[in-house]
């Protein structure tokens, strides 16, 4: 099992910016990938950015040049950076870990945190 814990989540104006943490523990060995996905109020969740182990970083249209995933494996920390923040970014932030267990992939999530983007 792997066990994710979000902070740095609030309210910031537009064009402001915000990095969120996520920490993980458990079985963290098995990780496959790591990644952020956000859920607007009345919308499904989307992914925003990826980290597989071993690949490179994917981002969605829609924050690609404005936010920076990244992970600090000796911390077992992943990272998200968020830059000229706009209101559409508001959302609940999840973090997300898919991990492999005898052959079978899971997902783990976090609590989520809240990002507000409003003036």
């Known amino acids: 099992q792997v066990l994710l814990v979000e902070s740095g989540g609030g309210l910031v104006q537009p064009g402001g910016s915000l990095r969120l943490s996520c920490a993980a523990s458990g079985n963290i060995f098995s990780i496959d990938a790591v990644g952020w996905y956000r859920q607007a109020p009345g919308k499904q969740r989307d992914l925003v950015a990826v980290?597989?182990?071993?690949?490179?970083?994917n981002y969605a249209d829609s924050v690609k040049g404005r936010f920076t995933i990244s992970r600090d494996n000796a911390k077992n920390m992943v990272y998200l950076q968020m830059l000229s923040l706009k209101p559409e970014d508001t959302a609940v932030y999840y973090c997300n870990a898919k991990y492999t267990v005898l052959g079978r992939q899971f997902d783990s999530w976090g609590q989520g945190t809240q990002v507000t983007v409003s003036s």
């Open positions: 980290i597989p182990v071993g690949g490179s970083t």
